[in-house]
């Protein structure tokens, strides 16, 4: 059974940083691409960025590139999302979200954690 | 102001068909495969649809997808209670270094 558990929210204040795992199991990690989708509170989906299965291709959203740093540790199977210099508009729940594919392009999500919520508040 | 747009609301009754439409662009819809996902109250969004019109396994054949263009709907038939919930789809968008993109959701009432 496919497993995606994040961890690393919490409630940070504008401007600082803050760190999101994401820990996967039942399935082969280093076979897959990965992604971090976020929703803010009563709304919609947004991407956030996306790892290929050796990191040799990122993608990240225009609203946090040059803040937002993806990586994997494919020994340790696990996703990670390293977040500086935050706003409170990245308030929000951010989910762990398995790709079909072994890139970020093409193919598509088909499983989610249950997200980890990051509050950022002056 | 999200890249696909959906109404933000849906509804019908038990055992009534309702389709939700999803607009794009030439970068986006009509270039590449639309996915559709359902988001029950309270919990991650569950993949529905893939490659336009394809069902994952567990997935009842009352849902449907459809792509025209640059546009793409999700039809839902025999409607029950349990189909309740918010609907997103989503593509990727080949502009500038490529992205994905999703709809804004739409809310969908059972009567």
């Known amino acids: 059974e496919v497993q995606l558990v994040e961890s690393g929210g919490g409630l940070v204040q504008t401007g600082r940083s803050l760190r999101l795992s994401c820990a996967a199991s039942g399935f082969t990690f280093d076979d897959y691409a990965m992604h971090w989708v976020r929703q803010a509170p009563g709304k919609g989906l947004e991407w956030v960025s996306g790892i290929s299965w050796n990191s040799g291709s990122i993608g990240y959203a225009d609203s946090v590139k040059g803040r937002f740093t993806i990586s994997r540790d494919n020994a340790k199977n696990s996703l990670y999302l390293q977040m500086n210099s935050l706003r409170a508009e990245d308030t929000a729940l951010y989910y762990c979200?398995?790709?079909?594919?072994?890139?970020?392009?093409?193919?598509?999500?088909?499983?989610w954690g249950q997200g980890t919520l990051v509050t950022v508040s002056s | 102001q999200s890249v696909l747009t959906q109404p933000p609301s849906a509804s019908g009754t038990p055992g009534q068909r309702v389709t939700i439409s999803c607009s794009g662009s030439?970068?986006?819809?009509?270039?590449?495969?639309v996915y559709w996902y359902q988001q029950l109250p309270g919990t991650a969004p569950k993949l529905l649809i893939y490659?336009?019109?394809q069902r994952p396994s567990g997935v009842p054949d009352r849902f449907s997808g459809s792509k025209s263009g640059t546009s793409a709907s999700l039809a839902i038939s025999g409607l029950r209670s349990e189909d309740e919930a918010d609907y997103y789809c989503?593509?990727?968008?080949?502009?500038?270094?490529?992205?994905?993109?999703f709809g804004g959701g739409t809310k969908l009432t059972v009567l």
């Open positions: 490659r336009n019109n």
């Open positions: 989503a593509a990727w968008d080949d502009s500038l270094s490529g992205y994905w993109v």
């Open positions: 979200v398995k790709h079909t594919g072994v890139e970020v392009a093409g193919y598509y999500f088909d499983y």
């Open positions: 030439s970068s986006n819809i009509g270039s590449n495969y």
